[in-house]
């Protein structure tokens, strides 16, 4: 059994910087990608960033040049530092894990989310 253990949510101002992290345990086989999406009130949930375990990432266009996403392969877990924050940004952030198990089928896994609210 896998699970993610995410940190790191809170209220912050606009234009200020929160940083999530996100731990994986269990049996992990090979990770394909980790990463962050996250879900407003009333919308479905979106992509936020993801990176690959040979380091390769991607982002939503609103948040790029804004929030960074890293991993410690070593120990499986991934980070999300967000500058500049918005309220648009205001969500529940969620850790995603996407894995082959043991007999190499894919696998995904989410966290519990963390809530993230950008008000004055």
């Known amino acids: 059994q896998v699970q993610l253990v995410e940190s790191g949510g809170g209220l912050v101002q606009p234009g200020g910087s929160l940083r999530l992290s996100c731990a994986a345990s269990?049996?992990?086989?090979?990770?394909?990608?980790m990463g962050w999406y996250r879900q407003a009130p009333g919308k479905q949930r979106e992509l936020v960033g993801t990176?690959?375990?040979?380091?390769?990432?991607s982002y939503a266009d609103s948040v790029k040049g804004r929030f960074t996403v890293s991993r410690d392969n070593a120990k499986n877990t991934v980070s999300l530092q967000m500058n500049n924050l918005k309220p648009e940004d205001t969500a529940v952030y969620y850790c995603?894990?996407?894995?082959?198990?043991?007999?190499?089928?894919?696998?995904?896994?989410w966290g519990q989310g963390t809530q993230v609210t950008v008000s004055s």
């Open positions: 995603k894990l996407d894995t082959y198990g043991s007999r190499w089928q894919r696998l995904i896994y």
């Open positions: 269990g049996s992990i086989f090979s990770i394909i990608d």
């Open positions: 990176v690959t375990g040979g380091g390769s990432t």
